[in-house]
C-alpha cells in the first residue's frame, strides 16, 4: 500500500506530514499546499491514480465543489480517500464516508488537522502513541486554536517561530528525529538562542506595527487595519489587546493579495465576516483574497486615514479608573475627562462640558470615546496643566 497526503502549507498542516512520515516511513508522498494550491493538486492525483492502490489523505485542507463530487466518485469506484479537517466551513463533508470534520472534540476540546491525524493513525494502528509525539501534537493544537494565548503556552508560540526560522525540509527532519529518539519534546541549545533573538525581533516589529494601525467601522464592527507581512498571529493578538475597543483587526498583505482577521473576542466571529468577502476561516482567526470589493474596503477607503494614538503608558496621575479622572485627547484638539459618579455610573466632559450620556462602567465610558472619538489617554503634563487650569478662577461671562 502507498499513501499520499496532501496538506496546508503553515505548522498544522506540515505537523501532520511529520506524522504522516513517522507512520509511513518512506511509503508516503507528502505535499504541502496553499488554500489556493490543492485543488490542482487532487486533480493531478486523480488523473494519474488510475490503479486506485494509494490511500489518499487530506488534511487542514478543504476541496472545491468540483473535486469534492470527483472525491466521492473515486471512492465509489474503490479509490481509497480520507479527508480530515477541523475548520468549520468544511462540516458538510461529514455526509462522506471518507470524511472527517470535526471543529470540537467530545469533551469541547478545539481540534487540530494534526490532533486530528494523530488519532487517526493511532486508532487505525498506522503509528505508536509515544509521550513526545503527543506533547508535540498538544503544541501544535494550542498553537493553531489560540487556545496558547489563554494558556500563555510560550512554547507553542515558539514551535512556530521555530517552523517559519527554517524551511519546511529541515523542520520536518530536525522534528521526526527528535520524535523518534526522545519522549519527550524539547527545543534544542541552538534552538533556544536563536528564538530568544526572534522574540526580541517580534516585540520590536509589533512595537512599529502598533503605531500604524487605523480605526474604521465595517458592517457594523469596529476594525483596527494594518499593513504586515509576517507574524500575523501575534501581531492579530497584540494589538487586540492593546486596543479592546476594537472587535477584530484585519491584517494587510498587498503582495499575496490577501487581508487576515483576528479577534481576541468571544463575541465577534471574524469567519463570518470573512464570508461576507467570499474567505473563511476560523471564529477567531480567518482570512480572504483582495477582491476589488475588499480592496475598496480594506485599502482604498482606510488609506487616507490617520493612525490610533496611543494611550500614554508611563504615566503616574493620569490613569485609567482612577478617582481623580482620567484625562483623553483627540486629533481635533478636544479634551475627555472620564469621571466616576459612583461605581455603576460614569461620566464624560467633553471641553468641560458634561455629556448627557452615562456609562455603567469605566471600560464602557472609554470604549465609547475610542469608538467615536479614536480619543487616546494624554501624558501626565497635560493631564497635570489641565486640572490647574480646573482651579483658576473662571472669567465672569460679561
Ligand atoms: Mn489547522
Not at 485609567?320 to 466616576?340: H, M, V, W
Amino acid at each position: 500500500m502507498m499513501y499520499k497526503l496532501l496538506s496546508h502549507n503553515d505548522l498544522d498542516g506540515v505537523s501532520c506530514g511529520i506524522l504522516a512520515k513517522l507512520a509511513f516511513g518512506k511509503q508516503v508522498n507528502v505535499r504541502y499546499n496553499s488554500v489556493g494550491g490543492l485543488d490542482r493538486e487532487v486533480q493531478w492525483f486523480l488523473d494519474n491514480n488510475k490503479d486506485k492502490d494509494t490511500l489518499l489523505i487530506i488534511t487542514d485542507l478543504s476541496v472545491n465543489e468540483e473535486n469534492e463530487k470527483k472525491l466521492d466518485e473515486y471512492v465509489k469506484a474503490g479509490g481509497k480517500v480520507q479527508f480530515l479537517d477541523h475548520h468549520k466551513t468544511a462540516l458538510h463533508f461529514n455526509d462522506y464516508d471518507w470524511g472527517q470534520v470535526v471543529v470540537e472534540d467530545e469533551e469541547g476540546k478545539l481540534t487540530s488537522a494534526t490532533s486530528l491525524l494523530y488519532e487517526y493513525l493511532v486508532k487505525n494502528d498506522y503509528l505508536e502513541p509515544s509521550n513526545g509525539i503527543a506533547e508535540f501534537v498538544e503544541l501544535v493544537r494550542q498553537y493553531d486554536t489560540w487556545e496558547w494565548e489563554k494558556n500563555n503556552n510560550l512554547e507553542a508560540q515558539r514551535l512556530n517561530a521555530l517552523f517559519f526560522l527554517i524551511s519546511i525540509d529541515e523542520f520536518e527532519e530536525k522534528m521526526i528525529d527528535r520524535l523518534l529518539s526522545s519522549d519527550h519534546f524539547y527545543f534544542d541549545e541552538f534552538e533556544k538562542k536563536v528564538l530568544d533573538m526572534e522574540d526580541d525581533k517580534i516585540e520590536r516589529y509589533i512595537r512599529r506595527k502598533r503605531r500604524e494601525l487605523v480605526q474604521a467601522k465595517m458592517e457594523g464592527l469596529y476594525a483596527g487595519i494594518v499593513y504586515a507581512e509576517s507574524y500575523h498571529s501575534e501581531l492579530g493578538n497584540e494589538l487586540g489587546k492593546e486596543y479592546p475597543h476594537l472587535d477584530f483587526i484585519a491584517i494587510l498583505n498587498i503582495g499575496s493579495k490577501r487581508v487576515g482577521f483576528r479577534t481576541i473576542h468571544d463575541h465577534v466571529d471574524v469567519s463570518e465576516f470573512a464570508g461576507l468577502f467570499g474567505g473563511g476561516g476560523h471564529a477567531k482567526a480567518s482570512g480572504c483574497t483582495l477582491t476589488d470589493d475588499a480592496y475598496n474596503k480594506f485599502v482604498a477607503e482606510t488609506f487616507p486615514l490617520e493612525p490610533l494614538r496611543e494611550d500614554a503608558k508611563r504615566n503616574r496621575y493620569n490613569l485609567k479608573r482612577s478617582t481623580f479622572g482620567s484625562l483623553y485627547k483627540t486629533l481635533a484638539e478636544e479634551l475627555f475627562f472620564i469621571a466616576s459618579v459612583d461605581e455603576q455610573t460614569w461620566e464624560i466632559e467633553k471641553n468641560n462640558i458634561k455629556m448627557d450620556q452615562t456609562f455603567p462602567s469605566f471600560e464602557e465610558a472609554e470604549k465609547y470615546l475610542k469608538r467615536n472619538h479614536q480619543a487616546w489617554l494624554v501624558r501626565d503634563d497635560v493631564f497635570v496643566h489641565y486640572l490647574m487650569d480646573q482651579l483658576k478662577p473662571k472669567k465672569q461671562a460679561e
